[in-house]
């Protein structure tokens, strides 16, 4: 999915975009590290500033409090910002569940009232693509085999 957005995307906006499984946002050097290392101001500015931000696999991973008011921050800015702010999100998860994944209510609250305002949402149902490679191989235990052993 996150690749045909990127190659539509690709077509449609003539400035970059950033695309990034969730799991990255918090655990590798987005959202948690820039905690760490006092660069949430340059963080959240990077991720605002493209014109399209996809962010995959919602529901992937949970949020602490912190990141949870972060990823408010960078919603809250990427709507309220001039010129082209699109925002496209993945997920197995339906919206409605999302809460289980961020640890603070309202912040949670605040930035899906602002995704889903002007939000056009695909739900797509069917069997994943994944695992059309796959080969199942089905083994079953006959009777056990005995060996007769010369005797010496």
Known sequence: M???AGRVLQKKHRHPFTKGAVE???RFV????????GRESS???GLVKPSCLIIDEVGCCVFDKENTRMFFDIIDRRYNKEGPNTMIFTS???PNTWGEFFNEDSSL???MDRIFDMATVFMIRGNSYRGKQCETIAL???????MNRATE
């Open 43 to 45: 963080t959240i500015n």
């Open 109 to 111: 609250l605040c930035a």
């Open 30 to 37: 987005k959202l948690t590290d820039a905690r760490k290392y």
């Open 92 to 94: 197995n998860k339906s």
């Open 2 to 4: 996150v690749h045909s």
């Open 24 to 26: 990255q946002l918090v």
């Open 140 to 146: 079953s235990a006959g009777e056990p085999l005995t």
